[in-house]
């Protein structure tokens, strides 16, 4: 018999919040169905807590009492991946299959013009969003946004219902936003069936909410979009080192990507880079220990990794991937092309995932880290000759 399921938030407080393990997805504070989780986007915190003054920052009157909805829904929590593996594929991910279970790997991009000039690679997270409002499969999207008139590059979730709202969040921001804390926006406005669309860490929400029962929005999570991710960055880079450094304002900046180096196009046409080497003093806290570059818990799985700017890496992983895919490429609505077309970015794939994978912690649960190589050892430099006396 299945184990009574007892740990709440003073659990979850103590293993993940603080531990270092906690994203900030933000599946903690949606499950919650008495609203006593907050969740602090200020200054690059990106966390869950407590509103209860009652018990302390750590415990929970409605957890003393048996409610166990934060802990069911938080997929950083004891052993989610394999749980969520079983749950989504049937089995656990095969020690070599370092970027997770997969169906299959293509390259697709947005056939249609404007849609794939507006997505950050080929547009197609926004083409499966547009094509899934208009067939039904979803009423509604959780997003990202730019903030105001988006001078701020302040990244914020947001509800896509239309196509100018799907296409107003095109493009990436590499600063955190936890797309899931839209749902609320989304359900107040009548919508049923939501496609979530985040970070790798955000993608693992739906599975895990669904495989232990974390309450009604599971069943709402309709489709499930991961964006492939190494890190995001503290919104302090801006001042800190594009404008200290570089002289680029966020408000002059209007295009980023991230492509061997940090890509910054400015208003008046101008075109920079920014060394990632100079970049990684602004990782953000929530991404210190996270294992998964490759969205492994995705329905489909996507990236900009690879020879090919204008498309975009696709990883189908579900029997709902494939099918809204296979429907994609047969009725026009995207283009595509194999995977094996650019086997650098497959294995670029690989040893990126692996990269995260080493990130996690061996005093926690095990899974991320099997079949993980170990790192080659680091070439001994030669001594330098003694200088002559
Ligand atoms: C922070 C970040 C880091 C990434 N790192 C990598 C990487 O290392 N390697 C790699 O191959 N690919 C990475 N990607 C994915 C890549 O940038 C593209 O998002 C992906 O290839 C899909 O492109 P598209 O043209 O199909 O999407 P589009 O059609 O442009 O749609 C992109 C979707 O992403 C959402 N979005 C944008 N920014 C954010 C954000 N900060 N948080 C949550 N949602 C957001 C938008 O709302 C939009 O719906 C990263 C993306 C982000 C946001
Ligand atoms: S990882 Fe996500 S669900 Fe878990 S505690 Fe952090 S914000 Fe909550
Ligand atoms: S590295 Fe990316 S997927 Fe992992 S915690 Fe950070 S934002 Fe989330």
């Known amino acids: 018999m299945a184990e009574r399921w007892t740990s709440q938030w003073k659990e979850l407080f103590a293993e993940v919040v603080t531990s270092g393990l906690c994203t900030g997805c933000a599946g903690c504070v949606v499950a919650c169905p008495h609203d006593v989780l907050g969740y602090d986007d200020a200054k690059g915190v990106y966390r869950p807590l407590h509103l209860e003054p009652e018990f302390g920052p750590g415990?929970?009157?409605?957890?003393?009492?048996?409610?166990?909805?934060?802990t069911r829904a938080c997929p950083r929590f004891r052993s989610w991946e394999p749980e969520i593996d079983t749950h989504l594929f049937g089995r656990t991910r095969a020690p070599g299959e370092m970027a997770g279970v997969s169906k299959d790997i293509i390259l697709a991009r947005a056939t249609n013009a404007e849609v794939h000039r507006k997505g950050q690679d080929g547009g197609l997270v926004s083409a499966i969003l547009l094509w899934a409002l208009e067939h039904g499969?979803?009423?509604?999207?959780?997003v990202s946004y730019l903030e105001g008139d988006g001078t701020s590059w302040k990244a914020v979730p947001g509800v896509a219902r239309t196509r100018?709202?799907?296409?107003?969040?095109?493009?990436s921001r590499y600063t955190y936003s936890a797309n899931t804390m839209a749902y609320g926006a989304a359900v107040a406005a009548g919508a049923e069936k939501l496609a979530l669309v985040?970070?790798?860490?955000?993608?693992?929400?739906?599975?895990?909410?669904a495989l232990r029962k974390a309450?009604?929005?599971?069943?709402?999570?309709?489709l499930n979009i991961g964006l492939l991710c190494s890190k995001t960055f503290d919104d302090a880079i801006f001042e800190d080192l594009f404008e200290a450094r570089y002289g680029l304002r966020r408000r002059d900046i209007v295009k980023m990507n991230v492509k061997g180096v940090m890509?910054?196009?400015?208003?008046?046409?101008?075109?920079?880079?920014?060394?990632?080497?100079?970049c990684h003093a602004w990782t953000r806290e929530g991404c210190k220990l996270c294992p998964d570059f490759a969205a492994e818990h995705a329905d489909i799985s996507t990236g900009g990794i690879g020879a090919f700017n204008d498309w975009t890496l696709t990883i189908i992983r579900t029997d709902i991937g494939?099918?809204?895919?296979?429907?994609?490429?047969?009725?026009?609505?995207?283009?595509?092309?194999?995977g094996d077309d650019d086997p650098g970015a497959i294995e670029l794939l690989r040893k990126l995932s692996i990269v995260s994978r080493r990130r996690w912690p061996a005093r926690a649960s095990s899974g991320p880290e099997i079949g993980v190589p170990p790192p080659k050892p680091k070439k001994a430099k030669k001594p330098k000759p003694a200088a002559a006396t």
Request: proline content about 6%; some cysteine; overall charge negative.
């Open 59 to 70: 415990d929970c009157g409605h957890g003393q009492r048996g409610c166990t909805s934060c």
């Open 137 to 142: 499969y979803i009423d509604a999207a959780l």
């Open 164 to 171: 100018d709202e799907v296409l107003a969040a095109a493009g």
């Open 198 to 209: 985040g970070m790798s860490c955000q993608s693992s929400v739906p599975p895990v909410m």
């Open 215 to 222: 309450g009604k929005p599971a069943r709402r999570l309709a």
């Open 263 to 278: 890509q910054i196009w400015t208003r008046d046409g101008g075109y920079h880079e920014v060394p990632l080497k100079e």
């Open 322 to 338: 494939r099918e809204i895919i296979v429907k994609m490429l047969q009725d026009g609505s995207i283009e595509g092309r194999p």
